[in-house]
């Protein structure tokens, strides 16, 4: 058997392969000074040599200070079930490895490692292989039994159950033992991925016109875990990044006995999917005008699992594939008759204030303000200031709106100012003679005119 002689040399140290010697090599050898005994085993080697007499002996005088050493040899490892095992071994040589893998329950295994070293002068044995342990790889083969309030287990707990409890640890490491006892578990609040549809609708004083309503469907978001997700990977994402992607999306347009209209289109977050009636009514009435549109949104599962506040995934709350259906809205347009009031002074009062027409009203030629709510109706008060020489002044309200109104003249300490009531006293037309209808009228006709401008305080109810 090859050996490796070390020689030393001042601080230098030259390692020579002692196997199939050759004479150049034991030349090598006689170029050290050396002044100590041969060991036998160098002395059995260089006996066994074919060499010349001259050169053994002056190699066997010279050699000195040699430390044998084995030959270099790939270490060997044996993965053992005891301990017993371990110490049957014949053939191990310094720096062996062996692992006892030894069962604790089901699918957890213990892993101890020992190394075959030298512990003293020509003393060997296996040493236990020592370092530092993850919690994750520590694993109770029992449950432990808890008699006294400790994390997540209550005194009430305990004194339910006779005054102990066994805490599941079977199969579990020291960190799972560790989280279950001293963290509670929250499943995490799913907020499923949402659209939503607005559309255009409004008001205007009856025989205007609008234009058709336009529904527009949104995507808003892509829902949302509280603790985050992870893929199969493990790889955690954002509570926001669900992975959920729109697949297409459509708005329907129902309008009464009309067929439906629908506009359909490929969706991604942020898209929107817009739709306008083409047909229908769009002229204000006293009836409101509804146009009722539905909008669904499709879109595709994810690999990403839920995990709870404790990282653990929670596949039972993952968002699956499914379609969002969004509440139908309707875009509903809001017909209202005007309110008029104004004055007329003295030089064009009318000789009979009962006998205005729809006309008058509607081209200003008598009243000289409208709108769609009558002056004065902020809190059932308000004041409405006319010039002097005013003679005549006129309300008129859709049938009713109010059933009463008094006036006082503030401009004269608060005097009340006589005021006749017509209900239902005048027909008036709609914007662009639209049909009439019923207007109640209030109206002052002063025997002498305002010699200066007044301010009258309106009371409605």
């Not at 509570?239 to 006995?257: E, H, M, Q, R, Y």
Request: glycine letters at 8%; charged letters at 20%; a negative charge.
């Amino acid at each position: 058997m090859g050996v490796k002689i070390k020689l030393t040399d001042g601080t230098e140290k030259k390692l020579i392969e002692y196997g199939e010697v050759n004479e150049f090599i034991v030349e090598e050898l006689l170029d050290h000074d050396i002044d100590s005994k041969v060991t036998t085993e160098v002395t059995n080697q260089i006996g066994a040599l074919n060499l010349s007499d001259t050169i053994k002996n002056e190699v066997e005088s010279q050699l000195s200070g040699i430390t044998i050493e084995p030959a270099t040899k790939e270490p060997k490892t044996y993965i053992l079930a005891t301990y017993e095992e371990l110490k049957a071994i014949t053939d191990m040589s310094v720096g062996d490895i062996a692992i006892i893998k030894a069962l604790i329950i089901e699918d957890k295994y213990s892993y101890t490692g020992y190394i075959y070293s030298k512990i003293a002068e020509d003393t060997f044995d296996w040493l236990a292989m020592d370092g530092n342990y993850s919690a994750n790889n520590i694993y109770f083969s029992e449950n432990i039994m808890v008699t006294t309030p400790v994390g997540t287990i209550t005194a009430e707990t305990i004194a339910a159950n006779n005054g102990s409890v066994s805490y599941e640890a079977v199969g579990k490491n020291i960190h799972e033992v560790f989280t279950g006892l001293f963290s509670e578990a929250k499943d995490p609040i799913v907020d499923k991925p949402s659209v939503s549809i607005s559309v255009s609708g409004g008001s205007g004083e009856v025989g205007t016109t609008f234009d058709y309503p336009i529904a527009t469907l949104k995507i808003d978001d892509v829902g949302s875990y509280t603790y985050g997700s992870k893929d199969a990977n493990d790889l955690k994402y954002e509570a926001a990044d669900t992975g959920v992607i729109f697949a297409s999306g459509n708005v329907v347009l129902k309008n009464g006995d009309d067929n439906a209209t629908t506009n359909e289109t490929a969706m991604t977050t942020g898209n929107t999917i817009t739709l306008q009636a083409t047909t229908g009514e769009t002229t204000y009435s006293d009836t409101a005008i509804e146009y009722t549109f539905t909008g669904t949104a499709s879109y595709t599962e994810s690999d990403r699992i839920p995990i709870n506040n404790l990282g653990t995934k929670i596949p039972s709350k993952q968002i699956t594939s499914d379609s969002v259906i969004v509440t139908s809205k309707t875009a509903t347009f809001t017909g209202y008759r005007k309110c008029f009031w104004g004055y007329r002074k003295t030089v064009d009062a009318l000789e009979n204030p009962e006998s205005i027409t729809s006309e008058q009203v509607r081209n200003s030629t008598i009243i000289e303000k409208s709108g769609r709510y009558m002056i004065g109706t902020t809190n059932n008060r308000g004041n409405y200031t006319v010039p002097a020489e005013t003679k005549q002044v006129y309300f008129l309200a859709p049938n009713g709106q109010f059933t009463s109104l008094s006036i006082t003249n503030k401009s004269a300490l608060g005097a009340p100012v006589a005021c006749t009531y017509v209900e239902s006293g005048i027909q008036v037309e709609g914007a662009n003679k639209y049909e009439a209808k019923a207007y109640d009228l209030w109206y002052v006709n002063l025997d002498s005119e305002f010699s200066d401008s007044a301010e009258l305080v309106l009371t409605w109810k």
